[in-house]
């Protein structure tokens, strides 16, 4: 990475800005750009970074899961609805934030309002207290990566036990199968409960430090290091998806898979559950909150067209969803038929060994049958007069239906269709480095809480007596997102950022506490003498570290605007990163492009008079175009103006 080429020259090496650089910049903005933060190399690597952030294991495990139990194909109407009003606009969103502000989530709310840099800290904790959970999924697929490379796979069958002269399948594997015994048994060696520790695991430890290692030599030079390594990272899951996908849909019953993917149940869009998990769902696909989408475009050029990015990502992001549930599918739709068929097999040979025929009328379970018989010292068949079996119930339905999410599918119900592959070995090594490469997870329930609750807390903003002052920021953003792509955004997403969006997450952290408040928050616990997951209630202490959770990023956002209110620590406000403005504006208005922004759009969206940018050009081409007041005055005392209404000292004196 060319760490001493400035912003504007890499922008002007960019295809995809929307404003051409028409004259020479000028020696100083040359020298104040070349002190920004390091870009990345080129575009492509910028794009690969935020898709390798947006698209992980909740696309692979989560999705797919989601869509067979809301309908089907039918849960895609949600999900595109929630797409469009909440994943898109607050994509968009970030990414301009970062764009312009040119600082991480931090550094970017404080700029924003310095009573919001609480919403960045918290940012950053979520983010913290995720990556535990992330990585250690990263160390349980090192774990089985490493595991792949034996031969037999060590999943494939039941260890057994000797007693005597006897060997038998020991019986908890027995209970439950191979793919499942070595997951709880072998791997996580899981305790009885919660409440039960035992003993540390060597193997996971040195799998999670290895997980660890891996992580740090990706990023330990920030975008240096990290921007080359997205190459791997964010395209080898399309490759290892793509060679699952061609190899899915030869095997035998893929298409009962797909079509239980896909076939519409229009009556389950009745139920709120079906819209609240869609829009879970695609608010944490996208990865937004996290901060990670505004830190990686704050590493772009002023004059990248974010909205297209905004727009390409969150499209890549969803349709790998919707590919990679039909690759799935069509995998668990073979692991159902072959499961089907051995059930059938195993009904078969025991109508035989009863009946002497596949073809008898069978008895209910329980009742008087006669059943014939094979008398080895006469040769010949006799009838006998004995309480009838229950025999195996072979639905091809009910196999469709065990599809599991998470943990479930990645590490019990596909290694086990796996099994059944030729050379399961080498599928199973490609399998587990393609989820080392996505690296992410669906999020745990009150994670999913506390983000919405940040992005809730936007629409506070606007309410308190300074609320007008916040507005002003918000509205001259509209300026700035022309200056940089060189159109203005339209009414539809000035619309879901001031309405639409803040609602709809509003909605979801209601209905999501309703949702625990009602069904409470159970978990899973392993059963060894079922081979089965029974249901248990968090213990009191596990709830008190829940809250613990929630509450070291939530009460970093009020704390923050207290302490900076009532001046309880001596604070100054961050110098504003360098935008050039005037060279932008010149060339837009040298460029004649302008927005006509209507009356209705003014009264609706921009509540501030008529100044900035609008005045500015109106000056230069007469035209009619209402906006904030955002780029007036030169752009030396422009910055002096955004503090001095950021710490609320001074009204707004520049239109």
């Not at 001493?4 to 020479?24: F, H, Y």
């Not at 764009?99 to 960045?120: E, M, V």
């Not at 990670?292 to 909205?307: D, E, K, Q, T």
């Not at 159902?336 to 073809?359: D, I, M, P, Y």
């Amino acid at each position: 990475m060319d760490l001493d080429k400035s912003e504007t020259a890499v922008a002007a090496d960019s295809t995809d800005g929307l404003i051409t650089n028409k004259r020479k910049e000028s020696k100083d903005s040359d020298a104040a750009a070349s002190t920004e933060r390091e870009t990345w190399d080129n575009k492509v690597q910028y794009i690969l970074a935020v898709v390798g952030f947006a698209v992980g294991l909740g696309n692979v495990w989560r999705f797919p899961y989601l869509a067979q139990k809301n309908g089907g194909g039918a849960f895609l109407i949600p999900y595109t609805l929630m797409l469009a009003i909440e994943g898109i606009p607050i994509f968009y969103l970030e990414l301009a934030v970062g764009q312009r502000l040119r600082k991480g989530a931090i550094g970017a709310w404080n700029d924003i309002s310095p009573y919001l840099g609480g919403i960045g800290i918290a940012s950053a904790i979520v983010s913290f207290w995720v990556a535990f959970y992330y990585n250690t999924i990263i160390g349980w697929c090192l774990y089985y990566l490493v595991q792949s490379f034996r031969s037999p796979l060590p999943w494939a069958a039941c260890p057994t036990t000797q007693t005597g002269n006897v060997t038998a399948p020991v019986m908890e594997c027995e209970l439950s199968s191979p793919t499942t015994y070595f997951w709880y048994r072998e791997t996580l060696n899981i305790s009885p409960e919660v409440g039960v520790g035992g003993q540390v695991n060597w193997w996971i430890v040195v799998s999670v430090l290895a997980a660890w290692l891996v992580v740090f030599l990706c990023i330990f030079k920030g975008i240096t290091t990290s921007g080359k390594v997205v190459y791997i990272t964010a395209t080898f899951p399309y490759l290892v998806l793509v060679i699952f996908f061609f190899r899915g849909v030869t095997l035998e019953g893929f298409h009962h898979g797909v079509a239980r993917f896909f076939t519409p149940d229009f009556s389950r869009l009745a139920d709120p559950q079906v819209w609240l998990e869609a829009a879970t769902q695609i608010f944490f696909s996208l990865g937004l909150a996290f901060g990670g989408l505004i830190a990686f475009a704050s590493y772009m050029p002023v004059r990248n067209n974010c909205y297209k990015d905004a727009v390409l990502v969150s499209v890549i992001n969803c349709g790998t969803s919707v590919f990679a549930g039909v690759v799935v599918f069509s995998i668990l739709g073979f692991k159902a038929t072959q499961s089907f068929k051995a059930c059938e097999a195993g009904r078969a040979a025991e109508l035989v060994r009863l009946f002497n025929t596949t073809e008898a009328l069978v008895p209910a379970a329980g009742s008087l049958a006669n059943f014939t018989v094979w008398d080895n010292d006469t040769s010949g068949w006799y009838t006998v007069i004995g309480e009838m079996p229950a025999l195996p119930v072979c639905s091809l339905e009910q196999e469709l239906e065990k599809s599991a999410s998470g943990t479930g599918l990645v590490f019990i119900a596909f290694t086990e269709a796996i099994n059944q592959f030729p050379v399961p070995q080498l599928w199973a090594v490609l399998f587990f480095l393609m989820l080392l490469t996505l690296g992410l997870d669906s999020m745990f329930g009150m994670v999913e809480i506390v983000v919405c609750g940040f992005s809730a807390v936007l629409s506070l903003a606007f309410c308190h007596q300074a609320g007008p002052y916040v507005f002003i920021l918000f509205d001259e953003f509209g300026d700035d997102i022309e200056l940089m792509t060189g159109s203005r955004p339209n009414w539809y997403w000035l619309a879901c950022w001031k309405y639409v969006s803040p609602l709809a997450m509003s909605l979801i952290l209601l209905a999501s506490l309703a949702k625990i408040a009602a069904s409470g928050a159970p978990y899973q616990a392993w059963h060894a003498d079922i081979g089965e997951n029974i249901s248990l209630e968090w213990p009191g202490w596990c709830k008190f570290f829940a809250a613990f959770l929630i509450l070291t990023p939530t009460i970093w956002v009020p704390g923050v605007a207290v302490v900076k209110y009532f001046r309880l620590y001596n604070w100054t406000q961050a110098e504003p990163a360098f935008f050039p403005r005037e060279d932008l504006l010149m060339e837009l208005t040298g460029n004649q492009v302008g927005t006509n922004i209507s009356e209705w759009e003014r009264k609706l969206f921009y509540w501030m008079p008529r100044c900035g940018l609008a005045n500015e050009m109106d000056e230069e081409d007469g035209t009619s175009t209402v906006t904030s007041d955002s780029a007036s005055g030169s752009a030396d005392d422009n910055d002096a103006d955004v503090v001095e209404k950021v710490n609320l000292e001074t009204e707004d004196t520049r239109c």
